[in-house]
């Protein structure tokens, strides 16, 4: 199944900052906007795979994205 999330872009100080609208918690911030974008795909990924595990009932691995 594939749903369309709405992810938000926006210019700091200090690079860029990036949040999906529809997962609380999927947000990150980059030097760029590439490597913001970038990021953000790999933490709705995490945070997806985290909650299906949840789901499952099954142990959550750690994992460390900078």
Do not use: H
Request: aromatic share 8%.
């Amino acid at each position: 199944m594939r749903k369309k999330l709405t992810a938000v872009f926006q210019k700091s100080p200090y690079g860029y900052i990036g949040y999906v609208e529809e997962i609380q918690d999927a947000n990150t911030q980059g030097a760029t906007l590439e490597e913001t974008k970038t990021i953000l795909v790999e933490v709705v990924q995490l945070i997806l795979e985290a909650n299906r595990l949840i789901a499952e009932r099954r142990p959550v691995p750690f994992t460390c994205v900078s």
